[in-house]
Every structure is written in structure tokens, then in C-alpha cells.
């Protein structure tokens, strides 16, 4: 673990340093500090309780309690960047590292209030890069529920008809991207992940990465399913891509398949301890 001073300020939802940092999700953005070789968490009294509990591995303190020390002191308004101030001044610290995604205006304040910033050297948590068992758990499970949610696709497509115009049936409606999209997306909210953005798209729609889809499904062409969720539990993504024809695929369709299934073949070779990500990249696309 870097041993770098450090200061964060964002919300656990989205930000992954600051979920990696306090292992709990707080919507609204709050404080967290690493000083001295300690960690602390500066909190709103709607989560005060509640981080207590969840992140025993963290000091918690009151941002309200530091707000009315600071107006007994003469600050009239006083806000993060004060706050923040205050608790550096208990920790005999005049400069802090940040992450380089740290809030612009709240650092121009800090500055303001001759607190120095500087951008953390070591990435704020270097040790993200080598994932422990429980991560690689936590990610498995959240792969798990992109399985389940791609199966359930995947046996609609094999359940559907084919219509004499080529599109898609299904329980006798015409079978849409947006309509196999939320069946995968239903399955895996019931698996316990949230998906957003999941990747249902058909023929030439395939060819525009990250189309989401829409409209009516087609036989005999190319489908993508891209299915990367989240678990509500853990906060950890799966992902995984297929491309699937329902039908009867073309002789384009199919050199362009065992190319990758080869291209595939080939990466798995050369990924061993200690391999160059980009080097088996570069491999594959000579075999492209």
C-alpha cells in the first residue's frame, strides 16, 4: 500500500477508487482521508450510522460536528474545502495527495486556503492492479450473473420463429432488440447484478461498436449480446460478448468466425505469468 498522505472526495457509486477505499456505496460525495498510515472518513449525519457499521476499517467522524467547531471560530459559511482544512491542521499536514480525477474547484480552494495539492505518484491504491482471492470471487460472481443473463438470451433466440419475411418471432410478436434486451437484463436484476447499456444488436448494427440495438431481429446475420453488469452487492463487473446467428450463417459470416475462434486460440498461448498484454494483442491482430 502506497504510504503517500492521501485525500478523496467523490461518492462510492461511481467512483472505484473511493469504493475500493471504504467497501461501502454512498451516493453523495463526502471525505476520505489516508494520513499518518490511518484512514478516516468525514461523513453527513444521514450516513453516519450507517459507515460506522460497514466500514469498521475506517475512523468515521461528523462533517457537521467539524462545521460548527469551525463557525464557533469565526467561519461564516463553512464548506468541504474548510472542513477539510480543519482536519489537516488536527493532523499537523499542510499537503496532500489527490487522485488525478479530483474535483477542479474544490482543490482551487484548498490552494486558496494554503493547503498544497498534488497529484498521488503512485495511482492512490496501486495494489488494485494485482486482485486478491476475494476480488477474483467477487468479479467470478459478477461473471455469473452475465452467464445467466446471455443464457436467458440466448434461448429466446433458440425458441423464436422464423417469419417469412426473416424477422424474428417470439410467443407471436415480432422479437426487437429493446424486447430480448430487457428478458436479459430482467434475468440478471433476478441474479442479483444491475445491467445498463446492454448490447443487443443485429446485422448491419453489429458493425458500429457499442450500438445498443433496436428494432426487429433478423435470421441468418449477425447478432452481438454484450452483457457487462454489476453486482448490487459488491459493486464488481462481469463481461462478457457473443455473437450469435439464428438461422443459417454465410460463408462471410463463418470465415469470419473460426478467424477469431484461431485469433482466440492463439491469444490463449501466449498469455502466461508475467506476459505483455499488449504483445498478445499485437499477436492476434498479425493473425487477423
Same mark, same amino acid.
Given at each position: 500500500?502506497?504510504?503517500?498522505?492521501?485525500?478523496?472526495?467523490?461518492?462510492?457509486?461511481?467512483?472505484?477508487?473511493?469504493?475500493? +477505499?471504504?467497501?461501502?456505496?454512498?451516493?453523495?460525495?463526502?471525505?476520505?482521508?489516508?494520513?499518518?498510515?490511518?484512514?478516516?472518513?468525514?461523513?453527513?449525519?444521514?450516513?453516519?450510522?450507517?459507515?460506522?457499521?460497514?466500514?469498521?476499517?475506517?475512523?468515521?467522524?461528523?462533517?457537521?460536528?467539524?462545521?460548527?467547531?469551525?463557525?464557533?471560530?469565526?467561519?461564516?459559511?463553512?464548506?468541504?474545502?474548510?472542513?477539510?482544512?480543519?482536519?489537516?491542521?488536527?493532523?499537523?499536514?499542510?499537503?496532500?495527495?489527490?487522485?488525478?480525477?479530483?474535483?477542479?474547484?474544490?482543490?482551487?480552494?484548498?490552494?486558496?486556503?494554503?493547503?498544497?495539492?498534488?497529484?498521488?505518484?503512485?495511482?492512490?491504491?496501486?495494489?488494485?492492479?494485482?486482485?486478491?482471492?476475494?476480488?477474483?470471487?467477487?468479479?467470478?460472481?459478477?461473471?455469473?450473473?452475465?452467464?445467466?443473463?446471455?443464457?436467458?438470451?440466448?434461448?429466446?433466440?433458440?425458441?423464436?420463429?422464423?417469419?417469412?419475411?426473416?424477422?424474428?418471432?417470439?410467443?407471436?410478436?415480432?422479437?426487437?432488440?429493446?424486447?430480448?434486451?430487457?428478458?436479459?437484463?430482467?434475468?440478471?436484476?433476478?441474479?442479483?447484478?444491475?445491467?445498463?447499456?446492454?448490447?443487443?444488436?443485429?446485422?448491419?448494427?453489429?458493425?458500429?461498436?457499442?450500438?445498443?440495438?433496436?428494432?426487429?431481429?433478423?435470421?441468418?446475420?449477425?447478432?452481438?449480446?454484450?452483457?457487462?453488469?454489476?453486482?448490487?452487492?459488491?459493486?464488481?463487473?462481469?463481461?462478457?460478448?457473443?455473437?450469435?446467428?439464428?438461422?443459417? +450463417?454465410?460463408?462471410?459470416?463463418?470465415?469470419?468466425?473460426?478467424?477469431?475462434?484461431?485469433?482466440?486460440?492463439?491469444?490463449?498461448?501466449?498469455?502466461?505469468?508475467?506476459?505483455?498484454?499488449?504483445?498478445?494483442?499485437?499477436?492476434?491482430?498479425?493473425?487477423?
Amino acid at each position: 500500500m502506497s504510504k503517500e498522505n492521501l485525500l478523496i472526495v467523490a461518492d462510492s457509486e461511481r467512483d472505484a477508487n473511493m469504493l475500493y +477505499a471504504v467497501r461501502m456505496f454512498v451516493p453523495d460525495p463526502f471525505i476520505y482521508l489516508k494520513a499518518s498510515g490511518k484512514r478516516f472518513m468525514i461523513m453527513s449525519d444521514l450516513e453516519i450510522d450507517r459507515a460506522r457499521k460497514q466500514a469498521p476499517h475506517c475512523k468515521v467522524l461528523s462533517f457537521a460536528e467539524y462545521q460548527e467547531k469551525l463557525k464557533k471560530h469565526g467561519v461564516e459559511k463553512p464548506g468541504m474545502a474548510h472542513v477539510i482544512r480543519a482536519f489537516l491542521k488536527e493532523q499537523r499536514l499542510k499537503k496532500i495527495s489527490v487522485p488525478n480525477n479530483f474535483p477542479h474547484g474544490l482543490a482551487r480552494q484548498l490552494r486558496h486556503l494554503r493547503i498544497k495539492i498534488r497529484i498521488s505518484k503512485d495511482g492512490c491504491f496501486p495494489e488494485r492492479e494485482l486482485k486478491t482471492p476475494d476480488e477474483i470471487k467477487k468479479i467470478s460472481a459478477a461473471l455469473i450473473m452475465a452467464e445467466v443473463g446471455l443464457a436467458e438470451g440466448i434461448q429466446v433466440l433458440k425458441r423464436a420463429k422464423i417469419a417469412k419475411n426473416g424477422r424474428l418471432i417470439y410467443h407471436n410478436i415480432p422479437l426487437t432488440s429493446e424486447r430480448l434486451r430487457a428478458i436479459i437484463d430482467t434475468a440478471i436484476l433476478q441474479a442479483g447484478g444491475v445491467a445498463t447499456h446492454t448490447i443487443v444488436a443485429g446485422g448491419d448494427q453489429a458493425c458500429n461498436p457499442h450500438e445498443e440495438g433496436y428494432g426487429p431481429l433478423k435470421a441468418n446475420v449477425p447478432i452481438i449480446l454484450d452483457v457487462f453488469p454489476r453486482s448490487q452487492r459488491t459493486g464488481y463487473f462481469g463481461d462478457i460478448t457473443r455473437t450469435v446467428v439464428k438461422g443459417r +450463417a454465410s460463408d462471410e459470416v463463418l470465415k469470419m468466425y473460426h478467424t477469431v475462434a484461431s485469433g482466440q486460440e492463439l491469444a490463449l498461448k501466449h498469455i502466461t505469468d508475467g506476459a505483455s498484454g499488449k504483445a498478445v494483442h499485437q499477436k492476434v491482430m498479425e493473425c487477423f
